[in-house]
């Protein structure tokens, strides 16, 4: 069944919300345009925490899904699965199934993060009765390895045999783990894609391979990850420096200040700095940024903009 190609470039988009905290539909469609439609992104991954999935109700997550569907024409469409239960998880792989998803990104039960995560055992078992549940292929979420959330490397490539399991999202954000992973998948089943998905480690992770770039930073800089994906793909390591020089000040304005939880309402503020959004306050009890913080990433993105590594039409 893998045969959905998720080769390239990713974009995890966060969602706008307005002044109500309802679902800024007008803003998302222009998101979308800037993020989700340039050539060079090759699929679109809704309903992660880059799109406070696990804040919406289940009739904003199947609009999400329909609204995406709509406006990105034939591009593969990844819909996030964020549950508390094997029971909970189906049922929203089913409906996001319904909805138009290609495929399922299956992030880890609250409950494997008790120490169940370590062994295969939960992890194979409820990756499989998800996937056994619907007719779509899905993909897994690794979390970095000290959240207690990450798989281990042994979980990882068993949870890669399961037939309908075609990407993991490696966010192990560790070099080591993510070498160790990536080597790991690809000696259990060399048609799973492992997605590069480190804050701080796009280049490096490309470097030892990947077969892709999932992140929710493309939705700020889609066409520097586009660049870099590009060079990768030549084996370009001069160019892959020269992209990651210019989209570091990018990385660490988002991911450099603590609490690393705030990185999505980050991208947001970036995005209304360049007028593409009206609004960046996430849904609680996520909270908005500092003004500080938000005069510094504006800042940050105005240099880009005129340097021309931010796009904007």
């Not at 799973?192 to 796009?202: G, I, R």
Request: with cysteine; hydrophobic share 50%.
């Amino acid at each position: 069944m893998k045969k959905l190609d998720l080769r390239g470039v990713t974009v995890a988009t966060v969602l706008p919300f307005k002044d109500d905290l309802s679902i800024d539909w007008d803003g998302y469609a222009r998101l979308l345009d800037y993020c989700a439609c340039p050539d060079g992104i090759a699929a679109v991954f809704v309903n992660g925490h880059a799109g406070e999935g696990a804040s919406l109700s289940d009739e904003e997550r199947q609009a999400v899904i329909a609204r995406t569907r709509a406006h990105i024409a034939g591009k593969p469409l990844l819909a996030g699965i964020i549950a508390h239960s094997t029971a909970e998880a189906i049922r929203q792989a089913r409906l996001a199934e319904a909805a138009g998803a290609a495929c399922a990104v299956l992030f880890p039960p609250a409950a494997i993060g008790g120490g169940a995560s370590a062994t295969p055992r939960a992890p194979v078992a409820f990756v499989r009765a998800v996937s056994e549940a619907i007719a779509i292929p899905v993909s897994i979420f690794q979390y970095p390895v000290a959240s207690g959330f990450g798989y281990s490397t042994q979980t990882l490539a068993e949870i890669a045999t399961i037939d309908r399991v075609i990407a993991v999202k490696e966010g192990s954000d560790t070099m080591l783990a993510y070498d160790e992973n990536r080597r790991a998948v690809k000696e259990a089943d060399p048609e799973v894609a492992v997605l590069p998905s480190n804050y701080n480690w796009f280049l490096p992770q490309l470097a030892v391979g990947g077969d892709g770039i999932l992140s929710g930073l493309v939705s700020l800089a889609p066409h520097l990850f586009i660049e870099l994906w590009q060079a990768s793909v030549a084996d370009d390591l001069k160019a892959m420096r020269v992209v990651n020089e210019r989209l570091h000040p990018i990385v660490r304005a988002i991911y450099g200040p603590a609490p690393i939880v705030d990185m999505h309402t980050r991208m947001k503020v970036g995005l209304k700095a360049l007028g593409l959004i009206r609004n960046a306050d996430p849904r609680p009890p996520l909270l908005p940024v500092l003004p500080d913080l938000c005069d510094a990433i504006a800042t940050t993105l105005g240099a880009a903009r005129c340097a021309g590594d931010i796009h904007l039409t």
